[in-house]
């Protein structure tokens, strides 16, 4: 985990609201503190039912805040919220949800969220029926539009027997998304993607030459899933379609996984319908085995293996900037270089018909399985954005940067 240095830690609020997820806010906590944050921990008194005041303590370095009634000569039923880089309620029930949306302030945490001029990023958690209820989403849709960040909730098992959507996404990308937020500062964070329908396909294609053998690379996808929890971050709705990857699935994103390029193809049209940008970070395959072989190709004693036939994929890139699945939609491509980059980026900008291509260099230490990446976004109006090695999230944002600025007003 990054560690953070610099004169002053960021003060992060953590409000937790009654709920069991309460539980895994703890993990949240320990991975804010540990990373360098100075961490106020705001329990509502039924959060306290579910975690006790003492685990608070010891895993943020403070007392609870739990009163709006204890130490009022430190005023802190204002003082905590003004003093906040960032407030993150985790798990935000539908009741705090309801209260954040109306403006009540019956307690230490609903007065925080009222004093508060720091980015605001709420983690609700709840069942699936409570989330749905036009209450709540009207809730939800007020905290939004006024520039909170409310996450998506996760979709999966529930408390009791249930499974649906309502479930504490992971802890490790609630703080992800808690990162990304606080490294744009209170100046910089905006949630201009807010209403905005973004779809990021990433990661490696698979392409099966039989049920035990494929034709794959190296691609890690975190590219695009820094891209996907820089968007979540920043408002968006996001739909992720991940190949082959590793990483756990980002916070707020609807992750949907496919093997090959034609089911990468088939899953990122679909989700492209309604989209207002689709960004192509996958490493799509270009060819595909000629034929699937359904059982385990065998060696023949004696004999050279067979050659593998290959046919092309589809250019998933080339055919959503062809035949755009709603006016003024956005289309990101991708381009990984080893010679004249600049040069085969403005081709392939041109041959694909995409409106911008983030080009990068390829090599030792660049790009493949690396946080860290350089760049130069071509855009169609023959404008170059350059962007230094950095994280990658760094460079997801000049991308969303570009993105939001080159969308059309909402309808
Ligand atoms: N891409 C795609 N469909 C493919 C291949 C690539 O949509 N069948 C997308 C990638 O997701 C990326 C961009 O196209 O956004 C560039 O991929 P790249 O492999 O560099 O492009 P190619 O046209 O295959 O060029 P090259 O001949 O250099 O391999």
Redesign the pocket.
């Given at each position: 985990m990054d560690k953070l240095d610099g004169p002053r830690r960021p003060r992060v609020v953590l409000g937790v609201s009654g709920g069991i997820a309460a539980y895994k806010a703890c993990e949240l906590l320990r991975r804010l503190t540990e990373s360098g944050h100075d961490v106020r921990v705001v329990p509502t008194a039924a959060a306290l039912h579910f975690v006790g005041e003492a685990t608070w303590a010891a895993l943020s370095g403070h007392p609870a805040a739990t009163e709006v009634w204890e130490t009022v000569h430190e005023v802190p039923h204002v003082r905590i919220g003004q003093s906040a880089d960032l407030v993150v309620v985790a798990p935000a029930s539908t009741d705090l949800l309801a209260k954040a949306a109306h403006g009540l302030a019956d307690d230490l945490l609903t007065n925080t969220l009222l004093t508060a001029r720091c980015p605001v990023v709420f983690a609700p958690a709840m069942h699936t029926e409570m989330w749905e209820h036009p209450a709540t989403q009207e809730n939800v849709a007020t905290l939004r539009r006024r520039g909170a960040v409310v996450i998506e909730p996760a979709v999966g098992r529930l408390t009791g027997v249930d499974t649906g959507k309502g479930r504490f996404p992971d802890p490790v990308e609630i703080y992800e998304i808690c990162r990304r937020v606080l490294a744009r500062g209170p100046q910089g964070h905006t949630t201009d993607l807010a209403g905005r329908h973004v779809v990021i396909?990433a990661g490696g294609t698979r392409e099966p030459l039989d049920p035990v053998r494929y034709l794959g690379n190296r691609s890690s996808g975190k590219q695009g899933y820094a891209l996907a929890r820089t968007a979540v971050a920043r408002g968006a709705r996001v739909t992720l379609v991940a190949g082959h990857t590793e990483l756990s699935d980002p916070a707020g994103a609807d992750v949907v996984r496919v093997g090959t390029?034609v089911q990468l193809?088939e899953a990122v049209r679909k989700a492209a319908a309604d989209a207002d940008a689709v960004v192509?970070?996958?490493?799509?395959?270009?060819f595909r085995p000629a034929t699937y072989a359904t059982g385990k190709i065998k060696k023949k004693d004696g004999q050279d293996p067979e050659p593998v036939a290959l046919v092309?994929?589809?250019?998933?890139?080339?055919?959503?900037s062809a035949d755009r699945a709603r006016p003024g939609q956005l289309i990101?491509?991708?381009?990984?270089?080893t010679d004249d980059v600049l040069a085969?980026g403005r081709a392939?900008l041109a041959?694909?018909g995409?409106d911008l291509?983030v080009v990068n260099e390829v090599g030792e230490h660049k790009t493949f399985g690396s946080a860290e990446n350089e760049a130069v976004i071509l855009a169609a109006d023959g404008t170059e954005t350059p962007v230094p090695y950095g994280p990658k999230e760094t460079l997801a944002d000049r991308v969303w940067d570009l993105v939001s600025a080159g969308l059309p007003d909402p309808s």
């Open positions: 396909s390029a193809r192509m970070a996958a490493a799509v395959a270009d092309r994929n589809p250019d998933i890139l080339a055919e959503l990101v491509g991708f381009a990984a270089e085969n392939k041959r694909k995409c291509l």
